[in-house]
């Protein structure tokens, strides 16, 4: 057995240089990327996050001295590998924009209004179960340099860690029936459609809470070991 | 559940984007906390400290000032801070991973030890190595390349080294500074002298 992760998963992603996305042109590699198998370094990864976790840093409502402005959602679901297994103590990282769809970032000068009360950064660690849950709000679209009148749908950046540096994602979630799908080069980097489709939340009335929120739900599904064990321990 | 049962693929990658500093390497300029440093160094850890330090290029040439890198490593005896390694762990609060942003003109640096000798599955023993995710916006997926050391004689028989054609090893080796523990390693995404990045 050579590659205890199966490099197959890794077709879900997309292809290093996607020229409709203008950014990696001059940033993917030229050169084929070199296989190699996967030794104790890539297999063993950062399982913690714990002690950097406080209270209230998954919910981006309560930040600041007031709420946002915007709508308020709830983001949860469940890290899994592809096996179905949960990944139980993984960090979870996300930032976005505001509802007006303005990064606090130095370099967004689009003429949206920043808030005050919205930094746009959150953390969790995912529970036994590997179950993570945010409080936030909906970000808003935003314009952006690619081509003539891009826009991005609205999306919240995910980093996760799992539990190997091989498993290690850093993805987009987006929200159901964007209709700036068809145009975006970012989310049409991913070249088969079920896997586009595993970016995209779905609406979560169950958990919505009447008179406070509307809650989506967001499964990540991280790369499956081989049954094989792992040698050399 | 319902949603994400729609069927048994990974969740795909897609860039860290432009925009990810005041969440993810924060260092003071946001209002958010850290969650995570360019160093590796705890009281408690053994081993000799060194710093890497260099500059990340485009296929321009071009500085790139928002890259965001991972550092991932053994601690001096080559032992992992992961419940899958079973050895003891003297080093309690070492914990062998950072992250560093690069600033306006692609500069990065890293504050760790230099790590011990790990074996490749056959158990043969590989030269000390860090191994080092790149994230950034127009890279729809992270890179995975390795850091190796100018001064270690077991590069030679290093069996990852030993995958990459030899004229393109030294965009691995981070070369040490004269009489300092500081080694430099420039990263080229793109060009004449691409770093060598690993499919894994």
């Known amino acids: 057995m050579t590659f205890i992760y199966p490099t197959d998963s890794n077709k879900a992603h997309p292809l290093p240089l996607s020229p409709e996305y203008k950014s990696s042109i001059k940033r993917a590699p030229n050169k084929p990327l070199i296989p190699m198998r996967h030794t104790l370094s890539e297999?063993?990864?950062?399982?913690?996050?714990?002690?950097?976790?406080?209270?209230?840093?998954?919910?981006?409502?309560?930040?600041?001295?007031?709420?946002?402005?915007g709508e308020r959602i709830i983001v949860h679901g469940h890290v899994r590998d592809e096996d179905g297994r949960g990944v139980p103590n993984s960090l979870?990282?996300?930032?976005?924009?505001?509802?007006?769809?303005?990064?606090?970032?130095?370099?967004?000068?689009?003429?949206?209004?920043?808030?005050?009360?919205?930094?746009?950064?959150?953390?969790?660690?995912?529970?036994?179960?590997?179950?993570?849950?945010?409080?936030?709000?909906k970000p808003g679209a935003y314009p952006w340099g690619n081509h003539h009148n891009a826009w991005r749908p609205a999306h919240i950046h995910l980093s996760v860690f799992g539990h190997s540096f091989v498993t290690r994602l850093?993805?987009?979630?987006?929200?159901?029936?964007?209709?700036?799908?068809?145009?975006?080069?970012?989310?049409?980097?991913?070249?088969?459609?079920?896997?586009?489709?595993?970016?995209?939340?779905?609406?979560?009335?169950?958990?919505?809470?009447?008179e406070w929120a509307l809650c989506y739900r967001f499964d990540i599904v991280l790369r499956g070991k081989n049954a094989t064990p792992m040698e050399n321990h | 559940m319902q949603g994400n049962e729609k069927d048994k693929g990974i969740t795909p990658?897609?860039?860290?984007?432009?925009?990810?500093?005041?969440?993810?390497?924060?260092?003071?300029?946001?209002?958010?906390?850290?969650?995570?440093?360019?160093?590796?160094?705890?009281?408690?850890?053994?081993?000799?400290?060194?710093?890497?330090?260099?500059?990340?290029?485009?296929?321009?040439?071009?500085?790139?000032?928002?890259?965001?890198?991972?550092?991932?490593?053994?601690?001096?005896?080559?032992?992992?801070a992961d419940p899958q390694d079973k050895r003891a762990l003297p080093n309690a609060s070492f914990r062998g991973f950072?992250?560093?942003?690069?600033?306006?003109?692609?500069?990065?640096?890293?504050?760790?030890?230099?790590?011990?000798?790990?074996?490749?599955?056959?158990?043969?023993?590989?030269?000390?190595?860090?191994?080092?995710?790149?994230?950034?916006?127009?890279?729809?997926?992270?890179?995975?390349?390795?850091?190796?050391?100018?001064?270690?004689?077991?590069?030679?028989?290093?069996?990852?080294?030993?995958?990459?054609?030899?004229?393109?090893?030294a965009t691995l080796t981070a070369v040490r500074e004269a009489g300092k523990p500081v080694y430099r390693l420039d990263l080229r995404l793109q060009g004449d002298n691409e770093t060598v990045f690993f499919d894994m």
């Not at chain 1, 063993?44 to 709420?67: C, F, I, K, M, W």
């Open chain 1, 43 to 69: 297999l063993t990864g950062p399982v913690y996050g714990h002690e950097t976790v406080r209270e209230g840093d998954n919910d981006l409502t309560r930040q600041h001295a007031s709420e946002p402005l």
């Open chain 2, 98 to 169: 950072a992250r560093c942003g690069t600033d306006k003109d692609g500069n990065y640096s890293f504050d760790t030890i230099k790590p011990g000798v790990v074996p490749d599955p056959d158990g043969k023993p590989q030269a000390p190595h860090i191994v080092l995710a790149v994230f950034g916006r127009g890279m729809l997926r992270h890179l995975y390349t390795r850091i190796y050391f100018s001064d270690e004689a077991g590069n030679a028989a290093d069996p990852v080294l030993a995958l990459v054609p030899a004229d393109r090893r």
């Open chain 2, 13 to 80: 990658s897609q860039t860290v984007g432009p925009f990810f500093k005041y969440g993810l390497t924060p260092t003071g300029d946001y209002a958010w906390n850290d969650a995570f440093i360019n160093s590796t160094l705890t009281p408690d850890v053994t081993g000799d400290r060194v710093r890497i330090e260099g500059r990340v290029f485009d296929g321009d040439g071009v500085v790139v000032p928002d890259v965001m890198l991972e550092i991932w490593q053994a601690d001096a005896q080559g032992r992992f």
């Open chain 1, 170 to 210: 850093v993805t987009q979630m987006y929200f159901p029936n964007d209709p700036l799908f068809p145009f975006d080069p970012i989310f049409n980097s991913v070249p088969d459609e079920k896997a586009r489709a595993r970016m995209v939340s779905s609406f979560d009335l169950e958990n919505t809470q009447p």
């Open chain 1, 92 to 137: 979870v990282e996300i930032w976005q924009a505001n509802s007006c769809g303005r990064y606090v970032h130095v370099r967004d000068q689009h003429p949206a209004p920043l808030d005050p009360n919205f930094t746009g950064a959150g953390r969790t660690v995912s529970d036994a179960a590997g179950y993570y849950r945010f409080v936030s709000i």
